[in-house]
């Protein structure tokens, strides 16, 4: 922790230190709101307007790197790096390529509408709502900083710190099960983290024995460890596949996913799904394909069988399910094992694909989470599909929210996903062809049971316990022909603000999605060629 | 034969060693205040005998560290023996030196804590029949054996011996000298008096049996080297046709003694009953400081004695610590008393030292010294949490009383969550870096497998850190369950300390790390 020096002397072509503050102020940021909307500990609406006042200036600052970043610039840019621990070459040091950037500004965007979404949350007896909204600040603070991190050692540290305030939010404020449900969440993870640790000591270990300094920095990390013996690069790459595997999360790894997105509280569930996840996805990318391309290379089939295992087993457990919360959860396992195949198959348009979809699903499922939420809200609670019945009758706003949110999580043309999706299919087609056709079986499979669960929940006549009560019930409008039918109203103002971003990127995305492939491109190239370059090796 | 003694023997003179005072005033100071204080007990009207006996132990802490500053501005890097070579004082011991005192302060202020339980945790007199009358009346009085002044720097002084000695006599001597004071301050509990009584017998036995293993290892050493100093030994070891079964079984039947004070299993049976029986303050002392002594002879006797055989010995060492990371880990789990959860998590982490403490190289050597300074810290805190919570009956240590604790008392839940997390090994605390370098030292110098293992133990231990988190902020609170003292300023100084310390070697770890790794062993 000495004085800041920008990392541009060192690597002149790969970093820019444009736009450090913004950074730094997207890091601390959502620190200090979260320290300050804790001090409203009696004041709830006070800690509320507080907490969201934050969570915009945040998303303005996200909108603003935006404009900064420049697309033919360096890799990292924002970057800046002082020294932290000298003796083990620990560095703390941000910076972000496109990738980062546009996950970063998702995060940005998410939290204030998972904000809004929380606003009447009902929280467990004796839980302070100061609390609920400053753990989920401090949680988007080490987002942020999971992303931008690029010293591998600051972003164990902060991947295994993001999971201290989503194991409060869960374990404080969830379902029945959520002592459960947090703890499972917790010991996956860490013990994911922890190999993650053993390999990145590993990878230290050996640019200590070939360069005689041992550093932590990605950057040179990444020169050194990638020229590795592929035995070398193999087992330093189960260290982090494990991590990220866990975290994404690929079948068989998975079972902690739908336990903590049933058990969370809506909003929680929409970060866990939409943004957490993501970091799998990401450190697969950032990580194990650019520190070890030749191990990536000797494993792809490996992790195309997993991820293709992941899509169909997902689409075929989601069938099953009756928790509506599950069933996405399950979905959302079917579209990680599909980003996957677009990132294993190691070509431009797969893992641009893959990236955008990253953003996209984040969007869909988000969206299509927060709706199950109003849903349950109505239903007093439940989100088991068979309590409802005919919402488009009742609630024809909400139904048809759900109808759009279904429609972009099967990415219907038209709606964000698809472009997401066609070019994951265009692009692992041409070298995993058959991968690429299981998948898709499966995401069809997906598809219908999205569509289906829809028409369970929306259409026909009014049913189900939640909107039909015992005659005579407590608000009952009396009708003879399905018996007491239960009080619901359609979305209010506020629900109505929560989706209408949502809606509007969904749509926006889809017909026009160049401003967001184009960030993402150039830092896509780079890692498809540090993949693909050594060939020879 | 008797009678053919040899006169010249007799009649020479012995050379007085030379002494160098500057080195070794540290521990005599120690010594003699512990020999002061037992004059006070006997002097000193009974009234004013705590406040002296306090006083006069926190002045020599602050005396003894002085020392050590003054010594330390002009000690030659490469350290200095003295006393005919029986005590080496070079950076490691120094290091341990200062570990020791630092914690050995916090463990003294728990000591003298006495607003938590009215009138301090021991007992006026140690003799009392447990369930007889006059212990009714003794609780009743309030008193205190304030004996437990100067045996616990005696214990001190013992333990800085210890881990300088350069010689396995010395060795033994300063083990007895740690180990015996240990043995009455675990009976003097003033509540629960018979578990109190049986957790001092059976330390006391088991810690018998491990110092004649010592004293065994160190005959067969002695029949191997025909000398007792380690250096010598690391002589005979490095290239002789020497039998290799005085050597080995020696240094095993060695091992085995040192492993017990550490509490490695498969020789920690001892700790979980000693932990629960013994007052806590005691217990924070012990599970703190006797751990860094021990560590600190291992670290010696490994690396400047069997350094050069260390082939031959190092996969036993690695199937111990193995067997130490997941029998603490595993059994932890099923724990349902705060005190022995910690016995078993401390086993757990005398498996991580080791597996530092087995790399033998500098980087190990200074993973494992600051492994050691983090570990101690949180324990006194831990242990100084856990004094806090009560009910009528002493401390509410049975994890269900601990329900819904952080409703009734937030701050120290929130601490004792720290305190819990730094055991776990998460980052920001001083708990994660002491394993990262611990285990990075490991892993440089070829010990992948067992980092692995390691690493998969530290999440089944952590399962049981996370199940009190649980307890405290996830469940209801029972209707008559403990409630939380206020802390008096002794222990608040103590866990203050103690949390800081984590906190700061979490965030900030540069420094100590360099001083740990200042230097290595002095021949």
Redesign the interface.
């Given at each position: 922790?000495t004085v800041l020096h920008t990392a541009v002397a060192t690597t002149p072509a790969t970093t820019s230190s444009t736009g450090f503050p913004v950074l730094l102020a997207l890091l601390l940021l959502p620190l200090v709101g979260a320290v300050v909307v804790s001090t409203f500990r009696n004041e709830p609406r006070a800690a509320k307007l507080v907490a969201l006042a934050f969570s915009v200036i945040e998303l303005g600052l996200a909108v603003v790197a935006l404009f900064v970043y420049r697309t033919g610039g360096a890799r990292l840019q924002f970057s800046a790096s002082a020294d932290?621990?000298?003796?083990?070459g620990v560095h703390i040091s941000f910076g972000m390529d496109g990738i980062a950037l546009v996950m970063v500004a998702m995060i940005a965007f998410l939290v204030p509408v998972v904000l809004g979404a929380s606003w009447a949350e009902k929280l467990p007896e004796?839980r302070s709502v100061a609390g609920f909204f400053a753990l989920v600040l401090t949680l988007e603070a080490l987002m942020v900083g999971v992303f931008a991190a690029t010293d591998v050692f600051l972003f164990?540290?902060?991947f295994?710190?993001m999971l201290?305030p989503m194991y409060?939010l869960i374990?404080?404020y969830g379902g029945v099960n959520?002592?459960y449900a947090?703890?499972k969440f917790?010991?996956y993870s860490?013990?994911g983290g922890?190999?993650m640790?053993?390999s990145a000591?590993?990878t230290?270990?050996y640019v200590?024995s070939v360069t005689g300094n041992g550093t932590f920095d990605w950057a040179t990390l990444t020169s050194v460890v990638s020229h590795a013996p592929l035995s070398t690069q193999l087992?330093l790459f189960m260290g982090f596949f494990f991590a990220f595997a866990i975290k994404a999360p690929l079948v068989p790894f998975h079972t902690w996913l739908p336990d903590a997105t049933a058990e969370a509280p809506v909003g929680v569930g929409v970060l866990l799904v939409g943004v957490l996840d993501k970091v799998g996805i990401y450190g697969f990318l950032r990580y194990n394909l650019e520190l070890y391309p030749a191990a990536s290379r000797t494993l792809a089939p490996l992790l195309l069988v997993l991820s293709v295992a992941g899509v169909l087993y997902g689409a075929i457990v989601a069938a099953g399910q009756s928790d509506m919360k599950r069933f996405i959860a399950y979905v959302s396992l079917a579209h990680f094992g599909f980003m996957g195949i677009g990132v294993f198959a190691f070509t431009q348009q797969g893992t641009v694909g893959s990236v955008s979809y990253m953003v996209n699903h984040s969007l869909a499922t988000g969206m299509l989470l927060l709706v199950v939420g109003m849903i349950a809200v109505r239903g007093g609670g439940s989100v088991r599909a068979e309590d409802y019945g005919g919402l488009m009758k009742v609630t024809p706003i909400l139904a048809g929210m759900f109808f759009l949110a279904g429609l972009s999580t099967l990415s219907l043309p038209g709606t964000n996903s698809f472009v997401s999706e066609f070019l994951v299919l265009l692009g692992s087609y041409q070298t995993q062809p058959v991968y690429t056709i299981l998948g898709t079986i499966g995401m069809i499979l997906a598809a219908l049971y999205v569509l289906w669960l829809y028409q369970r929940v929306a259409h026909g006549p009014i049913r189900g316990n939640a909107l039909v009560g015992l005659a005579g019930g407590p608000g009952a409008a009396a009708d003879p022909s399905v018996g007491a039918r239960k009080v619901v109203r359609d979305l209010s103002g506020g629900e109505r603000w929560v989706l209408a971003p949502l809606v509007v990127l969904i749509l926006l995305l889809g017909f026009y999605p160049k401003p967001l492939l184009d960030v993402v491109n150039p830092s896509v190239t780079a890692t498809v060629q540090q993949v693909s370059v050594q060939e020879g090796n | 034969m008797a009678l053919s003694i040899d006169l010249t023997a007799v009649t020479t003179p012995i050379a007085a060693p030379s002494v160098n005072y500057g080195a070794i005033a540290a521990p005599l100071v120690v010594l003699g205040a512990a020999c002061l204080g037992v004059l006070f007990e006997a002097f000193v009207p009974r009234r004013s005998r705590w406040g002296m006996q306090v006083g006069l132990t926190l002045l020599t802490l602050l005396g003894a560290a002085l020392a050590l500053v003054l010594y330390l501005r002009h000690a030659p890097a490469a350290g200095v023996t003295t006393l005919s070579g029986t005590l080496a004082i070079d950076r490691p011991a120094l290091f341990l030196w200062g570990t020791l005192l630092a914690l050995a302060l916090g463990a003294v202020l728990l000591i003298a804590d006495r607003t938590v339980d009215r009138g301090g945790y021991f007992v006026a007199n140690a003799a009392i029949r447990p369930g007889a009358l006059s212990e009714r009346a003794d609780r009743l009085l309030g008193g205190m054996q304030t004996e437990v002044f100067p045996l616990t720097l005696f214990a001190l002084g013992g333990m800085m011996a210890f881990c300088a000695a350069n010689d396995l006599l010395t060795m033994f001597v300063s083990l007895e000298v740690l180990s015996l004071p240990l043995y009455l301050m675990c009976g003097l509990a003033r509540r629960r008096r018979l578990l109190s009584q049986e957790a001092a017998v059976k330390y006391f036995l088991l810690g018998a049996f491990a110092s004649a293993f010592f004293l065994y290892g160190l005959a067969l050493l002695y029949g191997y080297a025909s000398s007792v100093k380690l250096s010598d030994i690391a002589h005979a070891a490095a290239g002789t046709n020497r039998s290799d079964t005085l050597l080995f079984g020696g240094m095993a039947l060695l091992v085995v003694g040192l492993l017990f004070k550490a509490s490695v299993a498969p020789f920690h049976t001892w700790t979980p009953d000693v932990y629960v029986g013994s007052p806590t303050p005691v217990t924070a002392f012990m599970g703190a400081c006797t751990k860094v002594a021990a560590f600190g002879a291992i670290l010696r006797v490994l690396t400047v004695a069997f350094q050069a055989t260390s082939w031959e010995w190092r996969g036993v060492l690695w199937a111990v610590a193995i067997v130490s990371m997941f029998l603490g880990a595993v059994l932890g789990i099923t724990q349902s008393d705060v005190k022995r959860m910690i016995a078993y998590s401390s086993i757990a982490h005398a498996g991580f030292i080791l597996v530092g403490a087995i790399a033998l190289t500098g980087r190990g050597l200074s993973g494992t010294l600051f492994y050691l300074v983090a570990y101690g810290f949180t324990t006194i805190a831990t242990f100084g949490v856990i004094t806090l919570v009560r009910d009528s009956d002493g401390e509410a240590s049975h994890l269900s009383q601990w329900a819904g604790l952080a409703?009734r008392s937030p701050l120290l839940a929130g601490v004792f969550t720290f305190l819990l997390?730094a055991l776990?090994g998460?980052?920001?605390t001083s708990g994660?870096?002491s394993k990262?370098?611990v285990?990075?030292a490991a892993?440089?110098d070829g010990e992948?497998p067992l980092?692995?293992l390691a690493?998969?133990a530290?999440?089944i231990a952590?399962?049981y850190y996370?199940?009190v988190v649980?307890l405290m902020?996830?469940?209801e609170p029972a209707a008559d369950g403990p409630t939380v003292s206020v802390p008096g300023p002794f222990t608040t100084a103590a866990i203050t300390l103690g949390v800081l310390v984590t906190l700061v070697l979490g965030v900030?770890?540069?420094v100590v790390?360099?001083w740990a790794?200042g230097g290595s062993f002095a021949l």
């Amino acid at each position: 922790m000495t004085v800041l020096h920008t990392a541009v002397a060192t690597t002149p072509a790969t970093t820019s230190s444009t736009g450090f503050p913004v950074l730094l102020a997207l890091l601390l940021l959502p620190l200090v709101g979260a320290v300050v909307v804790s001090t409203f500990r009696n004041e709830p609406r006070a800690a509320k307007l507080v907490a969201l006042a934050f969570s915009v200036i945040e998303l303005g600052l996200a909108v603003v790197a935006l404009f900064v970043y420049r697309t033919g610039g360096a890799r990292l840019q924002f970057s800046a790096s002082a020294d932290w621990v000298p003796s083990f070459g620990v560095h703390i040091s941000f910076g972000m390529d496109g990738i980062a950037l546009v996950m970063v500004a998702m995060i940005a965007f998410l939290v204030p509408v998972v904000l809004g979404a929380s606003w009447a949350e009902k929280l467990p007896e004796g839980r302070s709502v100061a609390g609920f909204f400053a753990l989920v600040l401090t949680l988007e603070a080490l987002m942020v900083g999971v992303f931008a991190a690029t010293d591998v050692f600051l972003f164990y540290v902060l991947f295994e710190l993001m999971l201290i305030p989503m194991y409060f939010l869960i374990g404080n404020y969830g379902g029945v099960n959520r002592r459960y449900a947090a703890v499972k969440f917790f010991l996956y993870s860490f013990l994911g983290g922890l190999l993650m640790l053993a390999s990145a000591i590993g990878t230290w270990s050996y640019v200590q024995s070939v360069t005689g300094n041992g550093t932590f920095d990605w950057a040179t990390l990444t020169s050194v460890v990638s020229h590795a013996p592929l035995s070398t690069q193999l087992w330093l790459f189960m260290g982090f596949f494990f991590a990220f595997a866990i975290k994404a999360p690929l079948v068989p790894f998975h079972t902690w996913l739908p336990d903590a997105t049933a058990e969370a509280p809506v909003g929680v569930g929409v970060l866990l799904v939409g943004v957490l996840d993501k970091v799998g996805i990401y450190g697969f990318l950032r990580y194990n394909l650019e520190l070890y391309p030749a191990a990536s290379r000797t494993l792809a089939p490996l992790l195309l069988v997993l991820s293709v295992a992941g899509v169909l087993y997902g689409a075929i457990v989601a069938a099953g399910q009756s928790d509506m919360k599950r069933f996405i959860a399950y979905v959302s396992l079917a579209h990680f094992g599909f980003m996957g195949i677009g990132v294993f198959a190691f070509t431009q348009q797969g893992t641009v694909g893959s990236v955008s979809y990253m953003v996209n699903h984040s969007l869909a499922t988000g969206m299509l989470l927060l709706v199950v939420g109003m849903i349950a809200v109505r239903g007093g609670g439940s989100v088991r599909a068979e309590d409802y019945g005919g919402l488009m009758k009742v609630t024809p706003i909400l139904a048809g929210m759900f109808f759009l949110a279904g429609l972009s999580t099967l990415s219907l043309p038209g709606t964000n996903s698809f472009v997401s999706e066609f070019l994951v299919l265009l692009g692992s087609y041409q070298t995993q062809p058959v991968y690429t056709i299981l998948g898709t079986i499966g995401m069809i499979l997906a598809a219908l049971y999205v569509l289906w669960l829809y028409q369970r929940v929306a259409h026909g006549p009014i049913r189900g316990n939640a909107l039909v009560g015992l005659a005579g019930g407590p608000g009952a409008a009396a009708d003879p022909s399905v018996g007491a039918r239960k009080v619901v109203r359609d979305l209010s103002g506020g629900e109505r603000w929560v989706l209408a971003p949502l809606v509007v990127l969904i749509l926006l995305l889809g017909f026009y999605p160049k401003p967001l492939l184009d960030v993402v491109n150039p830092s896509v190239t780079a890692t498809v060629q540090q993949v693909s370059v050594q060939e020879g090796n | 034969m008797a009678l053919s003694i040899d006169l010249t023997a007799v009649t020479t003179p012995i050379a007085a060693p030379s002494v160098n005072y500057g080195a070794i005033a540290a521990p005599l100071v120690v010594l003699g205040a512990a020999c002061l204080g037992v004059l006070f007990e006997a002097f000193v009207p009974r009234r004013s005998r705590w406040g002296m006996q306090v006083g006069l132990t926190l002045l020599t802490l602050l005396g003894a560290a002085l020392a050590l500053v003054l010594y330390l501005r002009h000690a030659p890097a490469a350290g200095v023996t003295t006393l005919s070579g029986t005590l080496a004082i070079d950076r490691p011991a120094l290091f341990l030196w200062g570990t020791l005192l630092a914690l050995a302060l916090g463990a003294v202020l728990l000591i003298a804590d006495r607003t938590v339980d009215r009138g301090g945790y021991f007992v006026a007199n140690a003799a009392i029949r447990p369930g007889a009358l006059s212990e009714r009346a003794d609780r009743l009085l309030g008193g205190m054996q304030t004996e437990v002044f100067p045996l616990t720097l005696f214990a001190l002084g013992g333990m800085m011996a210890f881990c300088a000695a350069n010689d396995l006599l010395t060795m033994f001597v300063s083990l007895e000298v740690l180990s015996l004071p240990l043995y009455l301050m675990c009976g003097l509990a003033r509540r629960r008096r018979l578990l109190s009584q049986e957790a001092a017998v059976k330390y006391f036995l088991l810690g018998a049996f491990a110092s004649a293993f010592f004293l065994y290892g160190l005959a067969l050493l002695y029949g191997y080297a025909s000398s007792v100093k380690l250096s010598d030994i690391a002589h005979a070891a490095a290239g002789t046709n020497r039998s290799d079964t005085l050597l080995f079984g020696g240094m095993a039947l060695l091992v085995v003694g040192l492993l017990f004070k550490a509490s490695v299993a498969p020789f920690h049976t001892w700790t979980p009953d000693v932990y629960v029986g013994s007052p806590t303050p005691v217990t924070a002392f012990m599970g703190a400081c006797t751990k860094v002594a021990a560590f600190g002879a291992i670290l010696r006797v490994l690396t400047v004695a069997f350094q050069a055989t260390s082939w031959e010995w190092r996969g036993v060492l690695w199937a111990v610590a193995i067997v130490s990371m997941f029998l603490g880990a595993v059994l932890g789990i099923t724990q349902s008393d705060v005190k022995r959860m910690i016995a078993y998590s401390s086993i757990a982490h005398a498996g991580f030292i080791l597996v530092g403490a087995i790399a033998l190289t500098g980087r190990g050597l200074s993973g494992t010294l600051f492994y050691l300074v983090a570990y101690g810290f949180t324990t006194i805190a831990t242990f100084g949490v856990i004094t806090l919570v009560r009910d009528s009956d002493g401390e509410a240590s049975h994890l269900s009383q601990w329900a819904g604790l952080a409703k009734r008392s937030p701050l120290l839940a929130g601490v004792f969550t720290f305190l819990l997390l730094a055991l776990a090994g998460i980052p920001l605390t001083s708990g994660f870096v002491s394993k990262f370098v611990v285990f990075s030292a490991a892993m440089n110098d070829g010990e992948g497998p067992l980092v692995v293992l390691a690493l998969i133990a530290s999440t089944i231990a952590a399962s049981y850190y996370l199940r009190v988190v649980v307890l405290m902020y996830f469940s209801e609170p029972a209707a008559d369950g403990p409630t939380v003292s206020v802390p008096g300023p002794f222990t608040t100084a103590a866990i203050t300390l103690g949390v800081l310390v984590t906190l700061v070697l979490g965030v900030w770890p540069s420094v100590v790390l360099d001083w740990a790794g200042g230097g290595s062993f002095a021949l």
